[in-house]
């Protein structure tokens, strides 16, 4: 398979492309930082080749072309940021701005410059988050960012039918990443950035729609939804 990675030079997305080069396929892995897409080249088999692509996905003006190349089969949207918001009565519009820039606004620009190249019958993995399930203290930017992804996923696996193009969605919980390092808080169930790899592609070899992980934590996720929105405000307050 030919797969093009976004967010591929930590975390998630660097896991994912080392574990499907291995595998020997032909990966396209994106990255806005030259240096760290060097050392995952030097993290390759001999016998294994990676395209690197060394760009900001938040400048859709400078995205690399794909005309006159190979179609490509699975297109993971993986990339991410995450900031919080401290202080809601001195709200950061600016970080605000940014979050979803780099979350959703960034999902567009790649939809439109790359969802062409999809060959019919491949499949558009869109990497959200847990946080979309539940509003959370300090994530208004991060939550939005992965709720208006989620349903952008939703949407466009149905009107996506007709041109042969899968969807699937992930929403994991925590995963141990650059990323998550910056935490300060608690993170129940934390699982590895191969951990969390091995349940996206098994999920997406699956065909699945919807690839959720870790099932417990999802589990209760989903239940504190249906608890009154009073009695969460309290939960979530001691959270903060």
């Known amino acids: 398979m030919r797969i093009m990675i976004t967010g591929a030079t930590s975390g998630i997305g660097h896991s994912l492309a080392l574990s499907y080069v291995n595998q020997g396929h032909d990966v396209i892995a994106c ?11 030097e993290q390759l088999p001999s016998h294994a080749t990676i395209t690197p692509l060394c760009f900001d996905l938040t400048d859709y003006h400078n995205y690399p072309s794909l005309e006159n190349q190979e179609p490509i089969d699975l297109l993971i949207l993986n990339a991410g940021d995450c900031e919080y918001i401290d202080d809601p009565l001195n709200f950061d519009a600016q970080m605000f701005e940014r979050i979803i820039n780099v979350n959703l606004i960034s999902i ?3 939809l439109q410059a790359w969802l062409k190249h999809l060959k019919p019958g491949g499949r558009l993995v869109l990497v959200s988050s847990s946080a979309s399930l539940l509003p959370l203290p300090r994530a208004e930017a991060y939550g939005a960012s992965k709720a208006g992804l989620s349903y952008l996923g939703k949407t466009l696996s149905v009107t996506l039918t007709q ?3 899968n969807v699937t969605l992930v929403h994991p919980g925590f995963v141990e990443t650059p990323l998550t390092d ?7 169930m934390l699982i590895s950035s191969e951990q969390a790899t ?5 999920g997406i070899e699956q065909g699945k729609a919807d690839i959720s992980f870790p099932r417990k934590f999802i589990f209760i996720m989903k ?5 009154p ?3 969460w405000q309290k939960l979530a307050t001691r959270m903060g």
Do not use: E, V, W
């Open 223 to 227: 239940c504190l939804r249906f608890i």
């Open 182 to 188: 910056r935490n300060t808080f608690t993170m129940p």
């Open 229 to 231: 929105t009073s009695l």
């Open 163 to 165: 041109h042969n193009i």
């Open 198 to 202: 091995h349940r996206i592609i098994k």
């Open 31 to 41: 990255g806005r930082s030259q240096p760290k897409l060097d050392a995952l080249m």
């Open 108 to 110: 567009g620009y790649a």
